[in-house]
């Protein structure tokens, strides 16, 4: 079930505090109205009354949905009770076939359902990002050019189109905005294989966090 309580918080540009409603817990089958806000991240922003500031609430919560059997934890301050941790794998495991990942900011937790819904595997994704990367950054020449898309963070965007024709929108930071590149579908079936022969590049059971530096680990 979807928990909300209120909270008070400080607005960051007038100092002054307003009581805001946070969700402890989503559940998109009782509550799918807040499957959208997730997805564009409206759900954690609230516009202060005095200056009109929109802030960014930072909490954590435990979004579920039942539908596509995706379960995300975000924990903005990465911790949490191992003995909670245990006890809610153990009962989504019984219940069979979920995913579970871990994130520690909205973007993240934004970018999981997207990948989700859009009917990819979020570890194929991170392989896509690592080899779209290494690929542009074979193609530059300029050392701080080259260093600066390195450090940059890829995200899923979109998928469009149908069987293989479809195409992968990543989105990344460059030189103060964002860019795009967009990928084809032969790239995450090329991933998917690599994955496959290599099948100690695997989340296993439990929360996970899933992304670049979690491939990296896999990859060193």
Request: with cysteine; proline share 4%.
């Amino acid at each position: 079930m979807s928990i909300i309580k209120e909270a008070s918080a400080p607005c960051s540009k007038c100092g002054e505090k307003q009581i805001i409603k946070i969700y402890r817990s989503i559940n998109t089958a009782e509550n799918p109205e807040l499957k959208e806000k997730v997805r564009n991240g409206s759900l954690f922003l609230w516009e202060c009354p005095h200056c009109g500031q929109v802030n960014l609430a930072k909490y954590e919560t435990l979004y579920h949905d039942p539908q596509t059997k995706l379960m995300v934890w975000l924990l903005p301050e990465g911790d949490i009770s191992e003995t909670q941790m245990k006890a809610i794998t153990m009962h989504t495991k019984a219940m069979g076939g979920y995913t579970l990942r871990r994130v520690t900011d909205m973007g993240s937790l934004m970018e999981k359902v997207l990948i989700h819904d859009a009917g990819l595997d979020d570890v194929v994704l991170e392989m896509c990002k690592y080899v779209t990367k290494m690929e542009m950054i074979g193609k530059i020449t300029g050392r701080e050019d080259q260093e600066e898309l390195m450090k940059a963070r890829f995200n899923f965007y979109h998928c469009e189109g149908e069987g293989d024709e479809r195409l992968i929108t990543l989105m990344f930071p460059q030189k103060g905005t964002m860019a795009g590149v967009n990928i084809g579908w032969n790239v995450y079936q090329d991933c998917e294989g690599i994955l496959s022969r290599n099948p100690h590049i695997n989340p296993g059971d439990g929360f996970v966090t899933v992304d670049s530096n979690w491939l990296a680990s896999r990859l060193a």
